[in-house]
T-cell receptor, first 113, second 109 residues
Framework: SQTIHQWPATLVQPVGSPLSLECTVEGTSNPNLYWYRQAAGRGLQLLFYSVGIGQISSEVPQNLSASRPQDRQFILSSKKLLLSDSGFYLC????????????FGPGTRLTVT | RKEVEQDPGPFNVPEGATVAFNCTYSNSASQSFFWYRQDCRKEPKLLMSVYSSGNEDGRFTAQLNRASQYISLLIRDSKLSDSATYLCVVNLNNNDMRFGAGTRLTVKP
């Protein structure tokens, strides 16, 4: 069966510091991968998605970037965090299929201070 | 108009009650539809996909009305463990999923 991992689970970072969040998927090949952010009391916002190694699509212009160095690895980065980057970051995967159901990792709760 | 709109609730119901949530979407080209469940401070988990003909999974029934652009979720015989936030999700085109802000449900003894 497929599993998705994210780390770290929680993170407190000062403004202006760099960020690296990692997501890995097991039990599937060539998944579509996604990064979302959920601000407190808000819906999920799609940040990036990837349909293959090195292929990244950005949905929202901001100071974040994403990379996919391996088939089942997806990384979210920032060179300098802003206060507004605080939130719950969720990685998800899907297979190509009729419905494209997405399955989420446990998330990283980021607080920028 | 928001792309996906849900009543935020909260819905407070007694155990054993039947409760229904509606969700409207604005893009008539939307291709597929889902309900997710999210517990407090946890990741969303897929509850059910919503098929054109409607579908049922135990106590849960989902309906789609393309003409009126809404989907619904019915929960029968509510359990305490059903307490969560229910997210309506609309897939615009494969990788473009739009999430509602969620409807909070609390089932009380």
């Amino acid at each position: 069966s497929q599993t998705i991992h994210q780390w770290p689970a929680t993170l407190v970072q000062p403004v202006g510091s760099p960020l690296s969040l990692e997501c890995t998927v097991e039990g599937t090949s060539n998944p579509n991968l996604y990064w979302y952010r959920q601000a407190a009391g808000r819906g999920l916002q799609l940040l990036f998605y990837s349909v293959g190694i090195g292929q990244i699509s950005s949905e929202v212009p901001q100071n974040l970037s994403a990379s996919r160095p391996q088939d089942r690895q997806f990384i979210l980065s920032s060179k300098k965090l802003l206060l507004s980057d605080s939130g719950f970051y969720l990685c998800a995967w899907s297979d190509i299929g009729d419905f494209y159901e997405q399955y989420f990792g446990p998330g990283t709760r980021l607080t920028v201070t | 108009r928001k792309e996906v709109e849900q009543d935020p609730g909260p819905f407070n119901v007694p155990e054993g009650a039947t409760v229904a949530f509606n969700c409207t979407y604005s893009n008539s080209a939307s291709q597929s539809f889902f309900w997710y469940r999210q517990d407090c401070r946890k990741e969303p988990k897929l509850l059910m996909s919503v098929y054109s003909s409607g579908n049922e999974d135990g106590r849960f029934t989902a309906q789609l009305n393309r003409a009126s652009q809404y989907i619904s979720l019915l929960i029968r015989d509510s359990k305490l463990s059903d307490s969560a936030t229910y997210l309506c999700v609309v897939n615009l085109n494969n990788n473009d999923m739009r999430f509602g802000a969620g409807t909070r449900l609390t089932v009380k003894p």
